[in-house]
């Protein structure tokens, strides 16, 4: 069973662009969320998707934003972008919704931003 | 709070000692505690985890030991490899299962 693809996996960006970052979850798993990952903040949630919906969000500012597709697939978009964006942004994925059961993680996208 | 404490932040054995990892946590309502191992390049695999109906639980060199009471629980890895060097999370599901809180990380080096 091939495990969570993301692509792609080095994106270089500066200052004001914006970025779309995608996750395909393992086959038959249904949630999907998203981490940032800095050596200062450590691994901090971004939200969780089910089902196409949003359920749950950290505490990122409106800039950073997602979505889910009908085939569980999950993209995050983050606008306007700043020099502390810079960040291995992650996603994990599992059956279904919640957090008291495995998250399997993705190898993560590097985004520098320049 | 939904607080994940770990420490230390980083440990160095000697090859074929044990390693323990230590992490705390605050919110009362998690019932569900992985631990993840990382290494360059990569993303955080799973390498273990406990359910707060559960005191410990063992995988070959790894064990998990969780104290409800004391909201604390620790990674237990003996007969240590080089290939066990690499970082270290734990973390605890919080805000009523909303989310996954991580600890800041250990870096275990393993001395051949």
């Known amino acids: 069973k091939a495990g969570v693809t993301q692509t792609p996996r080095y994106l270089i960006k500066t200052r004001g662009q914006q970025v779309t970052l995608s996750c395909s979850p393992i086959s038959g798993h249904r949630s999907v969320s998203w981490y940032q990952q800095t050596p200062g903040q450590g691994l901090q949630f971004l939200f969780e998707?089910?089902?196409?919906?949003?359920?749950n969000k950290g505490n990122f500012p409106g800039r950073f934003s997602g979505r889910q597709f009908s085939n569980s697939r999950s993209e995050m978009n983050v606008s306007t972008l700043e020099l502390g964006d810079s960040a291995l942004y992650l996603c994990?994925?599992?059956?279904?919704?919640?957090?008291?059961?495995?998250?399997?993680f993705g190898d993560g996208t590097r985004l520098s931003i320049l | 709070g939904e607080n994940v404490e770990q420490h230390p932040s980083t440990l160095s054995v000697q090859e074929g000692d044990s390693a323990v990892i230590k992490c705390t946590y605050s919110d009362s309502a998690s019932n569900y505690f992985p631990w993840y191992k990382q290494e360059l390049g990569k993303g955080p695999q799973l390498i273990i985890d406990?359910?707060?109906?559960?005191g410990e639980k063992k995988d070959q060199r790894i064990a998990v030991t969780l104290n409800k009471t004391a909201k604390h629980f620790s990674l237990h890895i003996t007969e240590t490899q080089p290939e066990d060097s690499a970082v270290y999370f734990c973390a605890a599901n919080t805000g009523a299962n909303s989310k996954l809180t991580f600890g800041k990380g250990i870096t275990l080096s393993v001395r051949p």
């Open positions: 994990a994925s599992s059956p279904v919704a919640g957090f008291d059961q495995p998250q399997h």
């Open positions: 406990i359910r707060s109906n559960v």
């Open positions: 998707y089910f089902s196409e919906t949003q359920r």
